[in-house]
């Protein structure tokens, strides 16, 4: 579904990501693994167009969408909830879901969506109408993964979904994430708890200092020292 060729982003004099290859096959969760900034994020955003790629091609569904406008990828199937929800905290729930749907020209399906989420997750349904910044951090990543989700994306980017949540918490996460892979939904999960995005991880590649270190299943990185090792560069 996704392929990403040499893929190398810049800040300035800072090369965040560097000749980074990797691709995604359809109804596949691949895990994109690595120590703080490693340039997991840059990756995301460059593949979202956040930000722009310094070089390299991004092929979705057979089609260049390198130099794509981000709501053109939208439209395109492919979304994704950032690091740190960015949630509209002032904003309802009900106004923060119905914002992801913002490429969409379908109401009625629009509407089924949202009806979808809420029977899912009955707390945004007892919250619907009040403030998203009144959400706890658990509910308010459901919230920023169920936004992503109203779009409709083939290909979900998921920029660490267990960012200061409770363990437990983590765990509830993580379930709603393979329930979406059973379901068809094609994800690249960005992950520092390896151990969760790994549960459900087809593929898994590992990036230190803006470079892929490892691509492999995970059964590769069973032994918990080869992981170690790559994070610390041994
Ligand atoms: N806007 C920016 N301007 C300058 N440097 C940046 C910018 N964004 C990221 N960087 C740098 O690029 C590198 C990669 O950062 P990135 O956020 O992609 O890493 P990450 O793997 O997502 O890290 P983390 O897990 O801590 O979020 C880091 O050295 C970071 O400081």
Known sequence: MLTVENLTVRYGAVTAVRDLSLSIGHGELVALLGPNGAG???TINALTGLVDAAAGRIVLDGRDISRTRTEDRIRAGLTSTPEGRH????????ENLRLGAATR?????????IDRFLALFP??????????GTLSGGEQQMLAISRSLMSRPKLLLLDEPSLGLAPKIVVQIFDFIGQLKAE??????????????LRFADRVHVVT????????????????H???NLYIGG
């Open 40 to 42: 997991k994020s840059s």
């Open 87 to 94: 949630i509209f905290a002032n904003l309802t729930v009900a």
């Open 105 to 113: 020209r379908d109401p009625k399906g629009v509407r089924a969506d």
């Open 123 to 132: 707390v945004l349904s007892q919250r619907y109408g009040q403030a998203a």
């Open 184 to 197: 068809g939904l094609t994800l690249l999960v960005v992950e520092q708890n390896a151990a969760q995005a």
């Open 209 to 224: 200092s803006g470079t892929l270190r490892y691509s492999g299943p995970p059964a590769g990185l069973a032994d918990e």
């Open 226 to 228: 080869g992981l170690l």
